[in-house]
């Protein structure tokens, strides 16, 4: 597949004359242009829940999601992953990324090093991925060598496999179980996929982590109950959201965190299921840390 031959490559006709319009001009194109990205979407929603359901399946066994692309979209990988912990209290290896030429790259452009198929392959060997983890390569382009090797390393280690690209019967998907790929169009500045590529490869991203964790427990009703406490806001946050959830007032959600460890699950389960601490802490273990589950008894 040739650069020429991508949806993504090709030029815009409705903003042919970029540097010559106004700025009000520009930012409206650019606004009109990026609300066909939804649209885009939708009509690959299928292949999502399909994904949604490996990863979740994946959480539930223990095992782990990893992104991995290069240049604009190995940030996006990037960027769900570090998100993962502080939304919904994961393990700090539940969810990880691979970006081509390292940390270094999430600040600085290290292009050359997408072309390395060896490098993706031997990437991806050190996370040593298995049956129990699912790995999602992301690339606009769809034919991006580091991305494409690596996928193809993971699925060979029995690990399911998901490509999430911009242009359609990409190499990509075909490394792929399961294939996202949405047709954003032409880039208002030609092959600039940091744009409406990049704004649906993160609409992607968030339904992919967020569909999963509220399928395996970590969500309660649409609430973050899972958050750490680790400032005076999620503080606040956490006592809102017993406020909410059980009718106490502010007091004893207080005194009920307190008693809990300043853990919000416990402290639901405390007052919920109206238990010790030992006890609540007990059914969360056997929950697995599905707080429904463990409310549920």
Known sequence: MQLKELTTERRNRATRDLDRMSTL?????????????????????????????????????????????????????????????????????????????????????????????????????????????????????????????????????????????????????DAADVRIEVEVGPEVLTGSSRLKAGTAQKLICNMLTTAAMARTGYVYSNLMVNLHLKNNKLLQRGVLILESLTGVDAKTAMETLQQAGMSVPVALIMIQSRVSKTEAARRLRNARGNVRKAIEG
């Open 25 to 173: 001009e520009i930012v409206t194109v650019m606004n009109q242009e990026d609300m066909t990205v939804p649209r885009a979407i939708r009509r690959v929603l299928p292949a999502i829940a399909q994904a949604v359901d490996r990863v979740a399946e994946s959480f539930a066994k223990g095992g782990r999601l990893i992104y991995v692309g290069s240049g604009t979209s190995g940030r996006i990988g990037a960027l769900d992953a570090s998100e993962a912990l502080p939304t919904f209290g994961t393990g700090p290896g539940m969810v990880q990324f691979l970006i081509a030429g390292g940390e270094k790259a999430l600040t600085r452009a290290t292009e050359a090093s997408e072309d390395s198929v060896e490098l993706g392959r031997a990437d991806m060997a050190r996370k040593k991925p298995g049956k129990r983890d699912v790995v999602v390569g992301i690339a606009a382009s769809g034919i991006t060598p580091y991305t494409i090797s690596a996928l193809k390393y993971a699925r060979s280690k029995g690990a399911g496999t998901i490509a999430i690209a911009c242009n359609r019967s990409s190499p990509l998907g």
